[in-house]
């Protein structure tokens, strides 16, 4: 069963940083393109960052360009999504899932490419 588990969330001020997990099981993260999604109260999920399966090509959403960063452990099978500089408006539940199509060098931030989501693990940015 392909599964993956979200974990790092938290509370934290503006100006802030926060590292989040995305642990797999029941396959390898260099086999399939991964995804970092979000969903605000009363907002669509968009997607935030992914990173492709045979070349680990980053892509990022224009709202975290130069703040997030997507990277991957091969050896623990985890994906992270390292976010700094957070805002208000970074507040939101945090989803990774698993991309429906190979993503060999290219991924998409597209959520209807992607199954296999997780719970989600919550960002609180506020003073």
């Known amino acids: 069963q392909l599964q993956v588990v979200e974990s790092g969330g938290g509370l934290v001020q503006p100006g802030g940083s926060l590292r989040l997990s995305c642990a797999a099981s029941g396959f390898t993260v260099a086999h399939y393109g991964i995804g970092w999604f979000r969903q605000a109260p009363g907002k669509e999920r968009e997607g935030v960052a992914c990173i492709s399966s045979v070349d680990a090509n980053p892509d990022y959403a224009d709202s975290v360009k130069g703040r997030f960063t997507i990277s991957r452990d091969m050896a623990k099978n985890t994906v992270y999504l390292q976010m700094d500089n957070l805002k208000p408006s970074d507040t939101a539940v945090y989803y990774c899932?698993?991309?429906?199509?190979?993503?060999?060098?290219?991924?998409?931030?597209?959520?209807?490419?992607?199954?296999?989501w997780g719970q989600g693990t919550q960002v609180a940015v506020f003073s």
């Open positions: 899932a698993l991309g429906q199509s190979l993503m060999l060098t290219q991924c998409v931030l597209r959520p209807n490419e992607y199954n296999s």
